[in-house]
């Protein structure tokens, strides 16, 4: 050999040393993948249709028959028994519901309806009133007018009382008895209601104005009621004494005026006949409330 001519380089023996880098990443992909297997949830019926496509693939003609298909969550675990499957509850809410603007427009409309006929029937009233007692009403003895929803026929103490005496003149029954005519064909409420000027009056029979006020009242409901066709439970009798003058209590002409029984024919107002269309619609609300149910499916 020529001495001149390159030597050849002298391999290392045992295996390349990139043997060692690949075998660990070989080793690393099975450890993950082994991983992967362990947390992987078991589907037996899938296993099954696994191992089956298997048997086909690789041509293995050996049937084993299983006694019972294989259960659990991982194929790794060495002692496992089948779990109980809980799907997520679904909360389902069915409910009716009622068309709120539709129903306010109705009570909207109600209430002018009721307010529309309870006007018509207040100035009905009032002309009959009128009719009834026009000698009184020219002679001054008598007043007549409608206020929103009640009728006042206003009493004058000229011609029905004596000065501070509580007692009916006789002639002044018939002039009631009118009025009771029409009260019977009336509805609603009636509210008697006496006053007085503001000169104080102490006497054996009436102590104060009160007395005096709600004495002459009581006289008028007494005479109303005495034919027996009215219930008294349609009378409310009040006395105001001299706290609510028509006029000032400043001259003999205003303090006449101020002495005084009022019958007020009492109509059941919009607000009350509104109060009950609301009342309907709430009850009518809770028993759509009542079929409102919650449903939780599985």
């Not at 069915?94 to 539709?102: A, G, L």
């Not at 002309?127 to 929103?148: C, M, N, P, T």
Request: aromatic residues 6%.
């Amino acid at each position: 050999m020529n001495e001149d001519s390159p030597r050849p380089k002298k391999q290392d023996e045992g295996l390349p040393a990139y043997m060692g880098t690949f075998a660990d990443l070989m080793s690393l992909l099975m450890c993950f993948f082994v991983l992967l297997l362990s947390f992987a949830e078991m589907d037996a019926l899938k296993y099954k249709m696994v191992v089956k496509s298997l048997d086909n693939a690789f041509g293995v003609q050996r049937e084993v028959i299983a006694d019972a298909v294989p259960v659990g969550t991982s194929i790794i675990a060495q002692e496992y028994s089948p779990g109980e499957p809980k799907p997520t509850p679904l909360k389902v809410v069915r409910q009716e519901t009622i068309d709120d603007t539709r129903e306010k427009i109705k009570v909207t409309m109600d209430e002018e309806e009721v307010a529309r006929q309870q006007a018509q029937e207040i100035a009905e009233e009032t002309q009959k009133f009128r009719e009834a007692l026009d000698e009184e009403i020219k002679e001054g003895l008598i007043e007549v007018e409608s206020q929103f929803s009640r009728i006042v026929i206003r009493i004058r103490e000229n011609g029905s009382f004596p000065s501070g005496d509580a007692r009916l003149n006789p002639g002044f029954k018939p002039i009631l008895r009118k009025i009771h005519d029409v009260l019977v064909g009336t509805g609603g409420q009636i509210a008697v209601a006496g006053h007085t000027d503001d000169v104080p009056i102490n006497t054996p029979r009436y102590r104060s104005n009160w007395e005096l006020s709600t004495s002459r009242a009581t006289s008028v409901v007494h005479e109303l009621l005495e034919p027996g066709d009215m219930k008294p439970e349609r009378f409310v009798l009040e006395g105001y004494a001299d706290t609510k003058p028509l006029v000032p209590n400043n001259s003999p002409e205003n303090r006449a005026i101020n002495r005084r029984v009022e019958i007020i024919v009492l109509k059941s107002p919009v607000e009350e006949s509104l109060t009950r269309s609301i009342d309907e619609l709430i009850n009518e609300h809770d028993a759509v409330d009542g079929s409102v149910s919650t449903i939780i499916e599985r």
